[in-house]
Structure formats: C-alpha cells, structure tokens
C-alpha cells in the first residue's frame, strides 16, 4: 500500500470515527500517523531530477505576498492592475504556468507580489504543480486568497484543506508549548493552565508513535492535539491569510454584504476595478509595515525617502538598515512619534 492510499485510509477512519472521551487516545494516534505519511509525501524523490521542478523567484521588496487560488478567479488580473507587470488573462483556465512576479508600490514600500499557476484538489499530492506553487507561498509573508465570488465557500474550504495538509496554518499563532526532547529521564509532562484538548496519556501516546520516549513537555496554554503534532513535527509556518472575493459584480448586494462581514476578508471587482484601494489598505495592516523617516540635525525630516520595516523593529534594526556598520558606533539618537518624543541611548556592551 502507497502512501497516498494510507492517507486516504487514516481520513476515512477519522471521519466514521465518532468524538468522545473514550475514542480521543485512539483519534491522536491516528492524527499522529497522519501527520507523519503527509511528511514523507512532501519530501522530495530521490529519483527525480533537481532541475527545472521549482518556479520560485528571488526575493526582493520590502515584502513577499503571494497570489493563490482556483484556476480563472482574477489573479493574473489583479496582478497587472495592482502593479506595472503585464500577466497574460484569458477566460480559459491555467493561463498562468508559471511564477511571475510584480512589485507592488505603497506608502514608499516596495511589496513583492507572486502570482502562482492555479491551484486544483490534491495540490498537496503534487496534481498540478502544486506542491512548487505550495513551496512558494511558505516563502511568502502574507498569503492573499482569492475566490470566485460566484461560487460560494467551496473553493475556500477546498484551498484551506490543502494548505493544512502541507503545513501552513493561516491566521493561526504558534501553539505556546514547550518541547524539547532529551537524551534520558522519560517524559516529564506539566501545564500552566487547565488541559480539556489533551492528557498526560495521549501526550505519550503521540510521542511514542514519533519514537521519541525521553522528552520535556510544558503546555502553557489549552491545546488540541493537532497543535502539539505541529510542535512536534517542527516544520510548520504561521502566517496571515486575507481572503479576497473576485467578481462581486456578478453577485446580489446582500450576497456582497454576508462575504464583506466575514473576518479577514475583502470583496473586489477587478473586472470594475471595486475597493481595490480599500484591499491595499488591508494588505498594508497584515503585512505590519511601518514607515521611518530620517532626520538631519537643524533640517526637516525627509518624508520622500521612507525606511520600511516590521512593526516591533528596533533602534537598532534602524540603524543596520542604514548602514551595517553604523550600530557599532551608534552612540544616541532622537525619536519622534504621533504621541511621545524621547531620547534612545544604547546600554553600555
């Protein structure tokens, strides 16, 4: 039996299996398994060849967003007219054969947009290129999803099945679990918060089925045991996903209101060319960018020449931005925001 064909048989078995006390050790089993045949699909053959199977570019900008979706739903559209690359739109389907990039230009910053081929069911599987689309969007900062207004929540549910499947977790955080494993001792196994997702015996269970007998666990908040694979396995990525509806001019206006109200989502029209400002907006706040100016002394700040990074940055990342050499002889600078101005000094090596 193939590695597609157990998969298929772990997913059977989870689904007829009903959720309750007495099944939970033997449904974390299963996910465990799951978890780790998913893996081993993922990992590239030996047999095959190295060259010509990826499609992935540099990266350059300030930030990487990439464009993924059903083949037709406006994503080479949205490409040419959100920035100067010319993408090829047709009405037929997988226009797009491969990666082709586009620099979005925003508030002074220089954002990468990818536009990946069209993605099918059992991309995950490799149907369609779509293990290198799946590749390239790891890479990614910001995943925009766009759909087909038209049709609904299927492709939605269909494209966030085989994302999961792959390791990437959308508008999810990481789960705070302490794991680290060790050479002797067991498993020692505490928790800062009350557990109703896992026990100490199916901790054990999961770990026994990675082969991993001596570890040190610290739940610090309620998890599933989904999430603790996660932390286990090591190789998953976190990022934020805004899902953009394409083609609400073909659609009732209370059908655009009930899409317009879901959480982390944007209708447009690109056929119209509707709320495409409002979808810039919101794709500046998932990216969490944020605009430094630099001042000279005696003169007005230049606001033409803006310095872009990660909200969070420090003085110091401020200063290797500038120059690589300019934080070992920083000696002070001077601050300015909407609310406080304040003197930051270094503190001493």
């Not at 799951?34 to 190295?50: M, N, V």
């Not at 060319?273 to 907006?281: A, Q």
């Not at 990216?287 to 630099?294: F, M, S, W």
């Not at 500038?322 to 601050?335: D, G």
């Amino acid at each position: 039996m193939g590695i597609l064909e157990k998969i298929s048989e772990i997913e059977k078995e989870i689904a007829r299996t009903q959720k309750n006390k007495a099944t939970e050790y033997h449904l974390g089993l299963l996910k465990a398994k799951l978890a780790k045949y998913r893996a081993q699909l993922l990992e590239p053959s030996k047999s095959a060849s190295s060259k010509g199977e990826g499609f992935d570019v540099m990266k350059s900008g300030d930030a990487r967003v990439a464009l993924i979706g059903f083949p037709s739903v406006g994503k080479s559209t949205f490409l040419s007219l959100m920035t100067s690359t010319a993408s090829e739109a047709a009405s037929y389907e997988f226009t797009t054969l491969t990666c082709i990039p586009g620099v979005i230009e925003y508030k002074g910053a220089n954002i990468q947009l990818l536009d990946l081929p069209g993605i099918i069911e059992g991309a995950a599987q490799g149907k369609g290129r779509g293990r290198q689309v799946i590749a390239v969007a790891r890479t990614a900062d910001v995943v925009i999803m766009m759909l087909d207004a038209t049709k609904g929540e299927v492709q939605r549910s269909l494209l966030e099945k085989e994302l999961e499947s792959v390791g990437i977790r959308l508008n999810k955080h990481k789960p705070n679990i302490y794991f680290k494993p060790r050479k002797g001792g067991g498993v020692s196994f505490n928790s800062t918060v009350t557990l109703t997702q896992c026990s100490e015996k199916l901790v054990q269970l999961i770990l026994h089925e990675y082969k991993i007998f001596n570890a040190e666990v610290l739940f610090r908040e309620d998890c599933s045991p989904d999430e603790f694979i996660d932390v286990i396995v090591g190789n998953r990525v976190y990022m934020p996903c805004l899902y953009v509806y394409n083609k609400i001019d073909q659609i009732s206006m209370e059908e655009v209101d009930r899409l317009a109200r879901k959480p982390n989502s944007v209708v447009i029209s690109c056929g119209m060319k509707l709320n495409l400002d409002y979808l810039l907006e919101m794709l500046w706040e998932y990216l969490a960018l944020t605009c430094i100016y630099t001042k000279k002394r005696g003169q007005r700040p230049d606001f033409t020449d803006a310095i872009i990074l990660r909200k969070g940055a420090s003085v110091e990342h401020v200063c290797h931005r500038i120059h690589r050499s300019l934080a070992s002889q920083f000696k002070y600078a001077l601050v300015w925001n909407c609310g406080f101005n304040t003197t930051y000094t270094p503190l001493p090596p």
